[in-house]
């Protein structure tokens, strides 16, 4: 007993210092575990128990939570590198050397998280092994030269994380720093490609591709390009980007509210600025791709795109707009404060464009929200003289749907637009051309993503589907390029008239990060629970039928007690993680204010919901 605190020391520290290693263990577990499923299927044989169920608890809620949590994990830790790789990148092109320790904090995060994802992994594989032997049989017979691929590909990115983490400060400089690029970018592509892979055997169960002939290869190669396959993997690819970026902003904040120096307010100010600036930047197209994914499920099989969009599970999509417009809310009012806060003098200049687009996307929120059909008691149904509302009824489809979320996003690059120009006046002298020219692409390109919606109601589905949604898509998209390029240009020789001044947000920023990664986690909780339930009582869809006890889709109540249950791990999960990952700056900040001593503003608390005192204080 007296050796076992030492024994939890130890085991913290292996996790945070030696996450390849955890990882590793992981991966040997599950490469041993996969011929065994493997051979299994070859000598023909089929287990006696097709389940097995687990008291309490029950074996389908266990495998819920273990895999939601195993998949948010992996979206933070696939999404991250990404990004922190970018930020190395542009140290390395600018000499700017606080991106180069951003891209180390950011990696810092992902090393804690790294080897809790294996661990979820290598427990999911247990359990789905024994509580569904069947099922894994079947896929075991159909992807078994994936497994082995997956499993070679998971020790290389282990192994090229070791060392990306380890050698950061040991290659800085010269040809050195070059080769640790180029393990940034092969930590990318190992983490892309084991992304993709098991994006085959989830999307397989919900559109499989099954041939008879062939060789092993050849049946798991048709299996793993399935018509939903690729919507798939570029989903989820943007949806880690905008996963990892709001989480590392929901860190940067919670750092930043308990900073105790200026420096510390500075550089964690800045840290939420680029965290939010990152899940902007993937959350802008990210609709487009759920788009492209709903899309290729209706054409698949029409059915499961009416069980989705129009059936039981229709009302999944007003909770999604909901939590959709509180990010877009959150993101935007974490810009507005910034210019108003780290900008002196700006408020007056840019109140009355904050409170303009706070109006838009209010009332395109409210479009968003309108059910198609109400729930409603007969009373209130002959009432209204049906099941739709008479006057709010006709935003309720998915013309208006689709026009306002392009709005939505119109608005929020502009906001963005407007806190990248903020303090700054361009000096080239076609500024104004170009600038009057983009004033009329806004409105034109807004008057013609609301005139298709509304010519929407006119034509019949497929057409608005096939050429009206896409025109839309296509409008915003060249509205987000061109505008892109076009500011850039003009900012290129730009006067800055006002410095920013960092570390002067007030503490309800930092909660506004937080609020933003609590709305993503329960959105992507949200929409993986739709994915699944689309199949309904099937295990493969139309292939392999469930016939336990669980054959049925949870009502939504109780799923939604679950996806809140799975956020509250996660971010348990994820505090632990920032902990763990924070352990090293205290015994240093420790040390530092020893010899320095602490600022007093840092050490008050933050109030929650925002202090006007604490803010003149900060």
Same mark, same amino acid.
């Given at each position: 007993?007296?050796?076992?605190?030492?024994?939890?020391?130890?085991?913290?520290?292996?996790?945070?210092?030696?996450?390849?290693?955890?990882?590793?263990? +992981?991966?040997?577990?599950? $490469?041993?575990?996969?011929?065994?499923?493997?051979?299994?299927?070859?000598?023909?044989?089929?287990?006696?128990?097709?389940?097995?169920?687990?008291?309490?608890?029950?074996?389908?809620?266990?495998?819920?939570?273990?895999?939601?949590?195993?998949?948010?994990?992996?979206?933070?830790?696939?999404?991250?590198?990404?990004? $922190?790789?970018?930020?190395?990148?542009?140290?390395?092109?600018?000499?700017?050397?606080?991106?180069?320790?951003?891209?180390?904090?950011?990696?810092?995060?992902?090393?804690?998280?790294?080897?809790?994802?294996?661990?979820?992994?290598?427990?999911?594989?247990?359990?789905?092994?024994?509580?569904?032997?069947?099922?894994?049989?079947?896929?075991?017979?159909?992807?078994?030269?994936?497994?082995?691929?997956?499993?070679?590909?998971?020790?290389?990115?282990?192994?090229?994380?070791?060392?990306?983490?380890?050698?950061?400060?040991?290659?800085?400089?010269?040809?050195?720093?070059?080769?640790?690029?180029?393990?940034?970018?092969?930590?990318?592509?190992?983490?892309?490609?084991?992304?993709?892979?098991?994006?085959?055997?989830?999307?397989?169960?919900?559109?499989?591709?099954?041939?008879?002939?062939?060789?092993?290869? *050849?049946?798991?190669?048709?299996?793993?390009?399935?018509?939903?396959?690729?919507?798939?993997?570029?989903?989820?690819?943007?949806?880690?980007?905008?996963?990892?970026?709001?989480?590392?902003?929901?860190?940067?904040?919670?750092?930043?509210?308990?900073?105790?120096?200026?420096?510390?307010?500075?550089?964690?100010?800045?840290?939420?600025?680029?965290?939010?600036?990152?899940?902007?930047?993937?959350?802008?197209?990210?609709?487009?791709?759920?788009?492209?994914?709903?899309?290729?499920?209706?054409?698949?099989?029409?059915?499961?795109?009416?069980?989705?969009?129009?059936?039981?599970?229709?009302?999944?999509?007003?909770?999604?707009?909901?939590?959709?417009?509180?990010?877009?809310?959150?993101?935007?009012?974490?810009?507005?404060?910034?210019?108003?806060?780290?900008?002196?003098?700006?408020?007056?200049?840019?109140?009355?464009?904050?409170?303009?687009?706070? +109006?838009?996307?209010?009332?395109?929120?409210?479009?968003?929200?309108?059910?198609?059909?109400?729930?409603?008691?007969?009373?209130?149904?002959?009432?209204?003289?049906?099941?739709?509302?008479?006057?709010?009824?006709?935003?309720?489809?998915?013309?208006?749907?689709?026009?306002?979320?392009?709005?939505?996003?119109?608005?929020?690059?502009?906001?963005?637009?407007?806190?990248?120009?903020?303090?700054?006046?361009?000096?080239?002298?076609? $500024?104004?051309?170009?600038?009057?020219?983009?004033?009329?692409?806004?409105?034109?390109?807004?008057?013609?993503?609301?005139?298709?919606?509304?010519?929407?109601?006119?034509?019949?589905?497929?057409?608005?589907?096939?050429?009206?949604?896409?025109?839309?898509?296509?409008?915003?998209?060249?509205?987000?390029?061109?505008?892109?390029?076009?500011?850039?240009?003009?900012?290129?020789?730009?006067?800055?008239?006002?410095?920013?001044?960092?570390?002067?947000?007030?503490?309800?920023?930092?909660?506004?990060?937080?609020?933003?990664?609590?709305?993503?986690?329960?959105?992507?909780?949200?929409?993986?629970?739709?994915?699944?339930?689309?199949?309904?009582?099937?295990?493969?869809?139309?292939?392999?039928?469930?016939?336990?006890?669980?054959?049925?889709?949870?009502?939504?109540?109780?799923?939604?007690?679950?996806?809140?249950?799975?956020?509250?791990?996660?971010?348990?999960?994820?505090?632990?993680?920032?902990?763990?990952?924070?352990?090293?700056?205290?015994?240093?900040?420790?040390?530092?204010?020893?010899?320095?001593? *602490?600022?007093?503003?840092?050490?008050?608390?933050?109030?929650?919901?925002?202090?006007?005192?604490?803010?003149?204080?900060?």
């Amino acid at each position: 007993m007296m050796e076992r605190p030492g024994m939890i020391q130890r085991l913290i520290r292996l996790i945070a210092e030696s996450p390849a290693a955890v990882a590793a263990f +992981v991966a040997a577990l599950g $490469a041993l575990a996969a011929p065994v499923l493997g051979m299994a299927a070859d000598t023909g044989y089929t287990s006696a128990v097709a389940y097995r169920d687990v008291p309490v608890v029950g074996s389908r809620n266990l495998v819920w939570v273990i895999a939601q949590l195993h998949l948010l994990l992996a979206g933070f830790v696939l999404g991250v590198p990404i990004f $922190a790789w970018l930020c190395e990148v542009v140290a390395w092109k600018t000499g700017e050397k606080r991106y180069d320790k951003l891209a180390k904090e950011f990696t810092k995060l992902l090393s804690s998280a790294y080897s809790t994802t294996a661990l979820f992994g290598g427990i999911l594989l247990f359990i789905l092994i024994g509580a569904y032997p069947k099922l894994m049989a079947y896929l075991s017979d159909i992807f078994f030269p994936s497994f082995m691929v997956y499993c070679a590909l998971f020790l290389l990115e282990t192994a090229t994380l070791y060392m990306y983490w380890y050698g950061w400060d040991a290659m800085s400089e010269g040809g050195s720093k070059v080769f640790h690029l180029f393990l940034g970018f092969m930590l990318n592509f190992f983490a892309f490609f084991i992304m993709i892979i098991p994006n085959s055997w989830a999307t397989f169960q919900a559109s499989p591709v099954v041939i008879a002939e062939g060789s092993d290869l *050849a049946r798991a190669w048709a299996a793993t390009w399935n018509p939903t396959w690729w919507p798939v993997n570029i989903h989820r690819l943007i949806a880690n980007v905008v996963l990892g970026g709001y989480i590392c902003g929901a860190y940067a904040g919670i750092r930043y509210l308990s900073a105790r120096t200026p420096e510390e307010r500075e550089h964690y100010d800045w840290m939420g600025y680029v965290g939010n600036f990152i899940g902007v930047f993937g959350l802008l197209p990210l609709p487009f791709a759920g788009y492209w994914l709903m899309r290729e499920i209706y054409q698949y099989n029409q059915q499961m795109g009416i069980t989705l969009m129009g059936g039981f599970l229709s009302w999944l999509f007003i909770l999604q707009a909901m939590l959709i417009g509180v990010l877009f809310l959150g993101s935007n009012y974490y810009f507005w404060m910034g210019i108003t806060h780290r900008i002196p003098g700006s408020e007056a200049q840019y109140k009355r464009p904050i409170l303009t687009m706070l +109006v838009i996307l209010l009332l395109c929120l409210g479009v968003w929200m309108t059910p198609h059909s109400l729930v409603a008691s007969l009373e209130e149904a002959q009432k209204m003289g049906g099941t739709h509302h008479p006057l709010l009824g006709v935003f309720g489809v998915m013309s208006a749907k689709m026009t306002v979320s392009n709005l939505m996003v119109l608005v929020t690059f502009m906001s963005f637009l407007m806190y990248w120009q903020a303090g700054k006046q361009a000096t080239v002298g076609w $500024a104004r051309v170009a600038k009057a020219i983009m004033n009329a692409l806004l409105v034109i390109a807004g008057l013609a993503v609301i005139a298709l919606g509304v010519y929407g109601y006119f034509v019949p589905a497929i057409i608005r589907i096939n050429y009206f949604s896409t025109s839309q898509v296509g409008i915003v998209l060249f509205v987000l390029v061109t505008f892109t390029l076009l500011t850039s240009a003009i900012l290129k020789s730009a006067k800055t008239t006002t410095e920013m001044v960092w570390g002067r947000m007030p503490p309800r920023a930092g909660y506004a990060l937080v609020l933003n990664a609590v709305m993503v986690i329960l959105l992507m909780t949200l929409m993986g629970y739709a994915r699944s339930s689309s199949r309904v009582h099937w295990h493969v869809y139309g292939v392999m039928r469930d016939s336990s006890q669980y054959a049925f889709s949870p009502a939504l109540g109780y799923a939604a007690v679950l996806m809140a249950a799975n956020t509250f791990f996660f971010c348990m999960i994820v505090a632990f993680i920032f902990w763990v990952a924070t352990m090293g700056d205290k015994g240093k900040n420790a040390h530092g204010s020893k010899e320095k001593g *602490a600022d007093s503003h840092g050490a008050l608390p933050a109030m929650a919901g925002g202090s006007q005192t604490l803010d003149k204080q900060i």
